[in-house]
């Protein structure tokens, strides 16, 4: 996966989009609440974020790693962000409450999780970004990476967007 901008920025959209998706999926979507999942940076074709490993994600009491129920549901919410970010690149001709409301109609179709290497870490960073945006399925690619830059998961998701 290419090496995208720098923690914070929003490449080609208004403050006021960032700001909306940051809200719907911060804090109106109560599972990534449960996650701990935060944005970093957003752009027009992928996002990423990161998690605080905490005591309530361990999968594996004796070996203290995330449970793999955390990496498969923060990438498929990390998919759909990218999505949703191409979404509103692509009706950047709508005002940003207009493409907001778009969020409404996602859903995840398929879902692939590859896990690599056990989830061990005081943080995990995650990276998602679009393969393909049709005009109804959108393709993903995702990664979920330790605090070192280390591939930890990958994945590839389809959602419906229409």
């Not at 998706?21 to 701990?36: A, D, P, R, T, Y």
């Not at 027009?44 to 070996?63: F, N, Q």
């Not at 590859?114 to 990276?127: A, S, W």
């Amino acid at each position: 996966m290419k090496k995208h901008a720098a923690a914070g920025t929003a490449i080609g959209f208004e403050p006021e989009y960032v700001d909306g998706l940051k809200k719907i999926f911060e804090e109106m979507i109560i599972f990534n609440q449960v996650l701990g999942l935060k944005i970093t940076s957003i752009a027009t074709d992928h996002a990423c974020g990161r998690i605080e490993m905490r005591r309530e994600l361990i999968g594996h009491y004796s070996h203290n790693r995330i449970h793999g129920g955390v990496i498969s549901a923060s990438l498929d919410a990390m998919g759909g962000l990218a999505v949703m970010a191409a979404i509103g690149a692509r009706h950047m001709d709508e005002a940003p409450r207009e493409r907001l409301a778009r969020f409404g109609k996602l859903g995840t179709i398929d879902l692939r999780i590859d896990y690599l290497r056990p989830g061990i870490g005081e943080h995990f960073e995650l990276r998602a970004e679009v393969l393909r945006l049709g005009s109804r399925v959108a393709t993903t690619r995702m990664e979920f990476l330790g605090a070192d830059g280390k591939l930890l998961s990958t994945g590839a998701g389809a959602y419906i967007v229409s």
